[in-house]
């Protein structure tokens, strides 16, 4: 393909992709189909693999695999051709095309990785395993002296510390930084070298197609870097025999450097550091330095919203932003204006997540008749896991004590469990939903004989339950947390720690027989979650108490076996906040660190501890226990913020 028709077809294939972020997949869809080049033939597989990996849409990942194949093999004919004649770039002829193929390939990893299960993990790992010399290449090729001359999107002024999340790309930089290893050292490829070439690459692209080279390889690099980092510690203990260690800093600064760009990887790029800064702020419950990570965030979110008002995964992200902020009020007003904004609406997929965060925005605020119809809603447009999203509304019906319309929605989970997997297994909520099912069907049967109107022996709502796992807690404002902890401090038998926000009744109480809670399963799950809304209103002691009574029951849980480790997970988190109330933040949104000797010291055993208490959780949670993936996940993440917290104090 003639360099002129290269550039043509790239800029054409870009309409489609302004088409696709503007939330008009019918026209994208067109533009793709008018032309059969590489990129056009990769924008065809873009899509299918938005709708599969954002709708988990089983049926569209073959399609995905194949369009994304046809681009491949297209890109594999047009390196082939372009071995032979003269480069119409800075780089070697077929850069392009190389990047193609490499696009193509991380595409189809990160579905394999969305099942959330060991093999998924395993496959997405196998599938980047193969592109790990492309990679190489590029990397090596287009950034021979690394990334430091290269501007990001963020806000900062100036370069932080170095913790996980600043990803050193607050700042263009232009002095040299010490060697290290990245993923690639095994190859021999020094991620960040000290010295300067001897003719400097510009970090301006000269063109669309230049662009495309240098974005795209920051992009596809900081991907890679990224999902690896994120894998389970057991997937990546499997892989390690073969040398590779991940670069979560250098994964992020490259995808920022890609995200300062203007073409489709920039978008993808600020997609992805979107993505990842929320589950961070979500997931892992304490931020070394929370100030910086909005930051971050709100300048990714600015970046790519001015280009597309419209699109709903902005929107989402917008309303994520703020609820990240503590203004869930405000994410529900903008979730709310987003689904009502006049715009395409063919892309259902994103429509859906809009959704599926109203619901949990609405959750979290207690508006249980409005959460249930969100979540109902969501089945409309997203064939994931329906079986879920039915069994969460209807344990918003047993908050609002509505048990006729809860046993309805209960009563049709069995057949939506049945429906075709990915992979044709459970998901990892569907595992632990059945088991939720039995558990009160038994219950039920055990007080009175029958497993008939077996909703009415539900005492905490397995929708605020399963909140757990989604840490629907930790955002929530103050007057929340009281709502919370006075409805289940009213379920006998009555709490023997009392709660600062409850109250002391004098008056004598007959309690209820049989008891509202008649399981250690039940009792245990009770105090993890007043742990929790104690801990978020900064009510340390009563806190620790709850968690500690949770951790007591540990031998006498049956079904509940995730709470040991995720009730270990919470502790660290009520550390290292504790910490901060009194020994204090340290850096306050800042870049410098302020602490007395005292203070330091005392931060560093906090730390220690810290790590050592995630041992334990993650002992306690092996692949056998329910949502065990999920809670790896967060402790690889919070392990990231210790570090970073230590680094901050070290250097105080």
């Known amino acids: 393909m003639a360099a002129d ?4 077809s790239l800029r054409s294939a870009t309409s489609g992709f302004d088409a696709l972020f503007s939330n008009d997949l019918d026209k994208a869809r067109e533009t793709f189909k008018a032309a059969d080049s590489p990129f056009h033939a990769l924008g065809a597989g873009v899509c299918a693999f938005l709708e599969a990996a954002l709708g988990m849409e089983s049926n569209l990942l073959a399609e995905a695999t194949r369009l994304l194949s046809d681009s491949d093999a297209g890109a594999r004919k047009q390196l082939s051709a372009a071995k032979s004649s003269k480069s119409s770039t800075r780089f070697p002829a077929g850069t392009e095309w190389e990047l193609l193929i490499s696009d193509a390939v991380i595409l189809h990893a990160v579905t394999l990785a969305l099942s959330e299960s060991y093999m998924g993990y395993l496959q997405c790992f196998y599938e980047l395993n193969k592109a790990h010399s492309k990679f190489t290449k590029l990397y090596k090729t287009v950034f021979p002296s690394g990334l430091d001359n290269y501007a990001t999107p963020a806000t900062s002024k100036a370069p932080s510390p170095s913790p996980s999340i600043h990803s050193e790309s607050s700042t263009t930089r232009t002095t040299p930084t010490k060697q290290r290893t990245g993923f690639f050292g095994r190859f021999g490829v020094s991620t960040l070298s000290p010295h300067q070439p001897a003719n400097p690459v510009s970090s301006t692209p000269d063109g669309p197609v230049e662009e495309l080279i240098m974005s795209g390889t920051a992009f596809g690099y900081g991907l890679f870097n990224l999902v690896f980092s994120l894998l389970p510690a057991t997937i990546r203990g499997v892989v390690g025999f073969l040398g590779f260690k991940h670069d979560r800093k250098l994964a992020l600064r490259a995808l920022a450097v890609s995200a300062n760009q203007t073409d489709v990887h920039a978008v993808f790029a600020g997609l992805v550091l979107m993505t990842y800064y929320g589950v961070v702020l979500l997931f892992t419950g304490y931020q070394a330095d929370e100030q910086h990570i909005l930051r971050q965030y709100g300048a990714m979110v600015d970046h790519v919203e001015a280009r597309y008002p419209t699109g709903s995964l902005w929107i989402l992200n917008r309303a994520k932003l703020l609820r990240m902020s503590y203004d869930t009020t405000g994410a529900i007003k903008v979730l709310q204006e987003g689904l009502k904004m006049p715009r395409p609406e063919s892309f259902n997929q994103a429509d859906g997540l809009l959704l599926f965060e109203l619901a949990w925005c609405l959750l979290s605020q207690r508006r249980y008749d409005e959460a249930a119809d969100m979540f109902l809603k969501v089945t409309e447009i997203n064939s994931w896991s329906h079986a879920t999203y039915f069994f969460i509304a209807a344990g918003c019906y047993v908050s609002l004590k509505n048990y006729e319309k809860a046993q309805k929605l209960f009563d049709d989970v069995p057949e939506l469990l049945e429906k075709k997997k990915i992979g044709g297994k459970d998901l990892p909520t569907e595992v632990w939903i059945k088991k939720k099912l039995a558990f009160y069907k038994d219950k039920q049967k055990r007080l009175t004989g029958s497993e008939t109107d077996w909703v009415k022996c539900m005492k905490i709502s397995p929708a605020e339950e399963l909140g757990i796992f989604w ?4 955002r929530i404002i103050t007057d929340v947390c009281e709502e919370h902890a006075r409805e289940l401090t009213t379920l006998t038998p009555y709490p023997t720690i009392s709660s600062p926000f409850v109250v002391a009744d004098t008056t004598p109480k007959l ?28 009510h340390y002691t009563a806190s620790r108490e709850f968690f500690l009574d949770a951790l007591s029951l540990q031998k006498s849980i049956k079904v509940s076996t995730w709470i040991p480790g995720v009730t270990s997970f919470e502790i660290v988190v009520l550390d290292l906040k504790e910490a901060e109330a009194t020994l204090g ?49 967060r402790i690889t993440m919070l392990r990231d913020e210790i570090v970073t917290k230590r680094e901050m104090v070290e250097n105080a």
């Not at 028709?5 to 043509?8: D, F, K, L, V, Y």
């Not at 840490?471 to 930790?474: F, K, L, S």
């Not at 209820?512 to 742990?531: F, H, M, Q, V, Y």
């Open 5 to 8: 028709e290269t550039t043509r």
């Open 471 to 474: 840490n629907n807690y930790e």
């Open 511 to 538: 309690a209820s027989n049989p008891p509202d809670l008649s399981t250690a399963d039940e009792l245990a799950i009770r105090s993890l979650i007043l742990g929790i809304v104690h801990r978020r209103a900064g």
């Open 585 to 633: 933040a340290g850096s306050n949104g800042s870049d410098k660190v302020l602490l007395s000797e005292q203070d330091r010291q005392a931060w560093l055993q906090v730390l220690k501890k810290a790590g050592e208490r995630l041992d334990q959780a993650l002992a306690l949670s092996p692949q056998s226990i329910d949502m065990s993936s999920r809670l790896e996940s």
